[in-house]
């Protein structure tokens, strides 16, 4: 009984005498390290751990990564995280074999998609932009000459770029791996860029019969620092997501406040309900939510991851909240003030500007402490 319930068991579990005989395994560990009861385990790792706990080096329970398949010339070896335990019949130890591979192969294969889109396709990418842009302007030339030609022409630029923006989605998260978003410190004035990212979205919201609503607070901001092109591209994501999903017809809210050294930038629709339990899940990259094979949204999974990860680069975190009503609220949070690199590294008008920031926030404070004791 005791064996068959083992036999079930996802990872692999040994029992090995002191010697290093297999007393038993598992189906799952017997498929990682194919071996005979009663001979000894047969891989020198394992029995290295044993032989540590034998002569007192290292006490149990113990845990070390070690590596399977290492001699393969085809695929890469696999990651165990071994458990040495104390049987708690007799003087026999308990393995336990976690493969760490299968969870590391969901992000190698990303990392692998996005490196090739942006070593094969990077330079292709920048050209089809250029020609489609060019196209463009010739036939809004000729328009008038042979209307049916500069429709057909007008589809095909905007099907070639949505298919750009969603290869451009994947060298994007190609270049993100690599730290890029965070290598800029740029000033950021809060409301400024903010209103200049709704502004890049009207268009596709008034497609949809959606209103871009955004609600700016009468304090002054403090801006943030970083990239701008990459933090645009973190919200964009959002709005973009907001106007596939969120019903016709129906107004999408913006909203933005300072709460301490943070801003908080809110973007709240009408939506479908996501359980908590469930929210984490459409922040990985490729996943698409069942929203979006139901309407036969076109989509490849990596906005939302893609956003999060930028924000996160910027020493910042993208949230969701759902309520019953169904308003769905995802929530930028940044860290306002001094920028994230080496303060020797700025120039003097950044420099200045920061420092100008902080003598109007100084202020600012100073004039609602004086109001709150009067």
């Given amino acids: 009984m005791m064996k068959r319930l083992f036999h079930t068991v996802r990872d692999g579990i040994f029992i090995v005498g002191r010697d ?3 007393r038993f395994g598992n189906e799952a560990a017997l498929c990682l390290i194919p071996c005979r009861v009663g001979v000894a ?9 044993i032989e540590a706990v034998n002569g007192g080096h290292v006490a149990v329970p113990h845990a070390a990564d070690i590596e399977i398949g290492e001699d393969c010339l085809v695929a890469a070896a696999d990651t165990i995280r071994a458990h040495l335990l104390a049987s708690p019949v007799g003087t026999d130890y308990v393995v336990i074999l976690h493969n760490l591979t299968e969870e590391h192969f969901y992000a190698s294969a990303i990392a692998n998609l996005s490196g090739m889109v942006e070593r094969e396709c990077g330079a292709n990418l920048e050209r ?3 020609g489609l ?5 010739s036939m809004n030339a000729i328009g008038e000459r042979a209307p049916g030609l500069a429709d057909q022409a007008r589809d095909a630029v905007s099907e070639g770029r949505k298919l750009l923006d969603a290869l451009r989605r994947l060298a994007d998260l190609a270049r993100i791996t690599g730290g890029e978003p965070i290598a800029d410190d740029e000033r950021i004035p809060v409301p400024e860029w903010i209103n200049g990212c709704v502004d890049l979205l009207r268009p596709a919201a008034t497609l949809r019969g959606i209103s871009l609503l955004v609600e700016r607070p009468a304090d002054e901001m403090p801006p943030v620092y970083g ?14 997501n907001a106007i596939k999903y969120g019903p ?4 999408v809210l913006v909203s933005f406040k300072q709460n301490g050294n943070f801003l908080l930038i809110s973007v709240r629709n009408y939506g479908d309900l996501v359980p908590i339990h469930l929210r984490e899940r459409l922040f990985q990259v490729l996943y698409r939510g069942r929203n979006a094979e139901r309407k036969d949204t076109p989509g490849l999974g990596l906005g939302l991851g893609l956003a999060r990860q930028i924000v996160q680069m910027h020493g910042g975190n993208l949230t969701l909240a759902s309520a019953e009503d169904g308003m769905t609220d995802f929530t930028i949070e940044l860290p306002t ?3 994230s690199g080496d303060a020797k590294a700025l120039d003097l008008a950044q420099a200045q500007r920061y420092a100008q920031d902080l003598a109007r926030l100084m202020n600012r ?3 609602k402490t004086e109001g709150a004791e009067q």
């Fill in 128 to 130: 089809f932009q250029a």
């Fill in 227 to 240: 990239s701008r092109a990459w933090l645009g591209r973190a919200f964009g994501e959002l709005l973009d």
């Fill in 41 to 49: 385990m047969p891989n020198p790792a394992l029995l290295r751990m």
């Fill in 20 to 22: 290093g005989v297999v």
């Fill in 337 to 339: 003030g001094a920028p």
């Fill in 248 to 251: 016709a017809r129906s107004n």
């Fill in 365 to 367: 404070n100073k004039r």
């Fill in 133 to 137: 842009d060019a196209l463009l302007l």
